[in-house]
Nanobody, 124 residues
Framework: QAVLVESGGGLVQAGGSLRLSCSASGHASRDYAKCWFRQSPGQEREFVATISASAGEQYYADSVKGRFTISRDNAKNMLYLQMSTLKPDDTAVYYC?????????????????WGQGTQVTVSS
């Protein structure tokens, strides 16, 4: 079992930076692959970045590659998303998710646990 809680969202100007955090409860979640997704109004949930349980694998959506960095601290049971050079198109609710497998996945259907989301708004 894992309970996920995101934080760190907010309003930022284009070109700015934000760092999202996701705290996870439950010892087993340290062994789970984790992911960030985002969803804008009227849009489907979109893959952003994923990281394996050991942090040995990381994958990014093309739209954020080179601007976002996913990382995790298993000792603290935390997941992070460092977002830089933000664009108005990055505006969305950002969700963290976890799956009880070591390897990462980009599909939202393969994640069993979800946080409640945190709003990121990028103004132009």
């Amino acid at each position: 079992q894992a309970v996920l809680v995101e934080s760190g969202g907010g309003l930022v100007q284009a070109g700015g930076s934000l760092r999202l955090s996701c705290s996870a409860s439950g010892h087993a979640s340290r062994d789970y692959a984790k992911c960030w997704f985002r969803q804008s109004p009227g849009q489907e949930r979109e893959f952003v970045a994923t990281i394996s349980a050991s942090a040995g694998e990381q994958y990014y959506a093309d739209s954020v590659k080179g601007r976002f960095t996913i990382s995790r601290d298993n000792a603290k049971n935390m997941l992070y998303l460092q977002m830089s050079t933000l664009k108005p198109d990055d505006t969305a609710v950002y969700y963290c998710a976890a799956r009880p497998w070591d390897w990462a996945s980009t599909s939202p259907y393969e994640y069993d646990y979800w946080g409640q989301g945190t709003q990121v708004t990028v103004s132009s």
